[in-house]
């Protein structure tokens, strides 16, 4: 009974695709369908319903190929780089062995005068000092005539570092060697500070500490 029923539904399903005109049980000259008719009807005229995406893909993609262009310079890839090759380029751009000896304007490298670069989240301090470490100026974002939070600002570090540089130029400095210490907010601005006042920064080097172990524990949580 199960089967029938099966059987049944099967060909009511497939009869619009096939074209017949007769259901289960209906027929004229007194011919009857049988489960076993239906299977054998439905296997002989079947299509695979999957058989036409398959071939749509297809053409979609020998559609896609056709139109592309004949050399995608996006998907081939970039061209391995030689690191070291680069760095060799430069010329003098790294320190070597010989960068104390390298003169600059008639003047060793190694005695240039320095200009120390001081910066924290609250204050910019700059001393210019000669190859021997002796202070010879001194300026603050303070003594610029910035008060409270603004002493902490990259204007601040930018104006300190225009009048540094331009009381350097009237005491004969030329070239300097800036050594940055610390992280905020005119780090940048500092460096640029000192070019826009007129000095030749030769070398800049990052002296900022860096805490690789034992670091200091954090602060006990405030209580409410």
Not at 106 to 125: E, M, W, Y
Not at 173 to 192: C, T, Y
Request: charged share 25%.
């Amino acid at each position: 009974m199960l089967r029938s029923i099966v059987a049944r539904t099967v060909w009511n399903s497939r009869a619009p695709c096939l074209g017949a005109s007769r259901r289960w049980g209906e027929g004229g000259g007194g011919a009857q369908w049988t489960p076993a008719a239906a299977r054998a009807a439905a296997a002989a005229t079947a299509r695979p319903l999957h058989g036409a995406a398959l071939l749509r893909k297809a053409e979609d993609r020998k559609e896609m190929l056709a139109s592309m262009p004949a050399r995608d310079e996006g998907t081939e890839g970039e061209a391995a780089v030689d690191v070291d090759a680069n760095l060799r380029g430069f010329g003098g751009m790294f320190p070597d062995e010989n960068t104390p000896d390298l003169l600059i304007d008639g003047v060793r490298f190694a005695d240039l005068p320095i200009l120390h670069v001081k910066i924290s989240k609250n204050n910019t301090v700059m001393s210019l000092t000669n190859a021997k470490g002796d202070v010879q100026m001194y300026r603050t974002c303070g003594i610029e005539g910035f008060k409270n939070t603004r002493k902490g600002t990259n204007i601040a570090a930018q104006a300190t570092a225009i009048s540094l540089a331009t009381r350097a130029l009237d005491r004969g400095v030329k070239n300097v060697r800036v050594k940055v210490r610390g992280l905020g907010p005119g780090r940048m601005s500092a460096v640029k500070g000192v070019t826009m006042g007129g000095l030749n920064v030769v070398s800049i080097t990052d002296c900022t500490p860096i805490i690789w172990n034992n670091s200091p524990r954090p602060r006990k949580a405030k209580k409410l």
